[in-house]
């Protein structure tokens, strides 16, 4: 990546595929015999559509009654969603806990912009020493609104008085990075730590 060193005031990063190894494959793969059935329930049943619910603040137990109903032969596997959704957490990513904490340590402002039912956030708050890195948390949960609205960003750069300009935002999903852009905000699409740590020091950033 080309030098493009410019004055930045602060980092945002994502949570889940940055900085945490989320994925409800942890959990039902030890719960299906067969990972066909496994990939099939979770296009069918449990879909990233329906997830996204519980992101914008959707009660996850309601949730998955809701959709035990419709699907009362899988009911078992769609209540493990509400009773087992920490299991979907393999743990940190120690690459980029280790690049938020030196950048944290150089003096640079950092935030978390993430999309994240409100309940698993404050039970990974808790779990992850890193969170309290952060000078603020973005969670659409409590928010009301997720990634890529918008909307999410502009709560972001407003409540925190940020210039969508010097701000770096670093997520793993394109169509997050491509919203970011779109207002304005420097945005990386993470891939390794590595990769993140080259395009910081791109950026002129520890």
């Not at 329906?50 to 109903?69: F, K, N, P, V, Y």
């Not at 969170?131 to 925190?160: C, N, Q, T, W």
Request: aromatic residues 10%; contains cysteine.
């Amino acid at each position: 990546m080309a030098t493009d060193q410019r004055e930045i005031d602060a980092v945002v990063f994502d949570i889940g595929g940055v900085l945490l190894d989320w994925d409800p494959r942890y959990v039902y793969r030890c719960l299906f015999d067969d990972p066909a059935d496994m990939e099939e329930f979770l296009a069918r049943v449990c879909t990233s559509d329906w997830h996204r619910a519980h992101d914008l603040g959707a009660d996850i137990t309601r949730s998955c009654e809701q959709l035990a109903l419709r699907y009362p032969e899988h009911r078992d596997m769609i209540m493990v969603w509400a009773e087992r959704g920490e299991e979907m957490v393999a743990g940190q990513f120690d690459g980029t806990v280790r690049l938020l904490g030196e950048v944290k340590a150089a003096g640079m402002p950092c935030y978390a912009l993430s999309n994240m039912e409100p309940d698993a956030f404050l039970l990974r708050r808790a779990r992850f020493a890193f969170m309290d890195l952060f000078d603020a948390h973005v969670i659409s949960g409590f928010e009301g609104v997720a990634k890529p609205d918008p909307a999410i960003f502009r709560i972001l750069l407003d409540r925190y008085g940020l210039r969508a300009d010097r701000s770096v935002f670093i997520d793993d999903q394109a169509r997050n990075v491509a919203a970011a852009r779109e207002l304005g905000l420097v945005a990386l699409q993470f891939s390794t730590p590595d990769r993140l740590r080259r395009d910081l020091h791109a950026l002129g950033l520890p």
